[in-house]
């Protein structure tokens, strides 16, 4: 019996096959707990691509990997800018499973890089109504049937190092991630009466396929002279000495959603192996 035995977990933005919501999803799955795979299932507009989307296709796939171990699994497609479909996500859950207890907001566009000077509205508005607004909604969504549960929950945000410091080409995902810190400060003190915690896990950067991206990406911005001088440039400055695997955040999310952590929240934990120290 593992430590999530009978209880349900919804993981927002994880249809990609190699991305952080996979590896939450399968390290959940391995403790016990029946999960909801959840991503957008196809482009809907030019913010939602579909090399950063996860498909109807794959999220059926790692459904079925999770199934191999013994728990429940279902997929639900979810668009994290709608309340309505957040809502219906969480009742997915609760209907399909028998409950929700953990809630994981790990959907974000963390792929629209510009200098501020060529960042437009459109821009800044995509990635501030998925990564903050969208975790909002989970919120809001997850709580409200938490709630009406009476047996408590867990809530997580994945939030990023970039929810602590500034970086280049950022500003929207900066901000965003910010904004994520005060969000689970208010929502920890309004929901603590329920028995749920509300916390952040802030990864620094993780090579998944969107990692891959922003490799190319900053090794050209940068001016390295290839993206492993650029990687290896990133791990001399990590005391840990390498960036983050996809393991290390779902460890720490399967921690902060254990009864081990049932007095914590309103935390933003840093796993960066001590890169970020804020």
Known sequence: MGRFSGKTAVITGSGRRGGLGEAIAM?????GANT???????????????QHTG????????ALDMRKLDVESSTCVCDVRSLEE????????????????????NAGIGYIMKPLLDVTEDDWR????????GAFFGIKSA????????????????????AKSGFLHA?????????????????????????????????NHVTTGLGAWQNEYF???????SVEDYLAAMAARIPMGRPGLPQDTANAVAFLCSDEAQYITAESMNVSGGEEPH
């Open 27 to 31: 390290r959940l799955a391995r403790d």
């Open 36 to 50: 909801v795979i959840s991503d957008i299932g196809q482009p809907r507009d030019a913010a939602t691509g579909a």
């Open 55 to 62: 498909s109807t296709g794959e999220m059926e796939r790692i």
């Open 86 to 105: 957040v809502r219906a996500l969480a009742r997915h859950a609760r209907d399909t499973h028998g409950s929700l207890d953990i809630w994981v907001n």
């Open 126 to 133: 995509a990635v501030i109504d998925v990564n903050l607004t």
């Open 143 to 162: 709580a409200e049937v938490m709630v009406e549960q009476a047996r408590g929950g867990r809530i997580v945000n994945i939030a990023s190092q970039a």
């Open 171 to 203: 500003q929207a995902y900066t901000s965003s991630k910010h904004g994520l810190v005060g969000l689970v400060r208010s929502a920890a003190v309004e929901l603590g009466e329920h028995g749920i915690t509300v916390n952040n896990v802030c990864p």
């Open 219 to 225: 090794s050209r911005v940068v001016g390295a002279d």
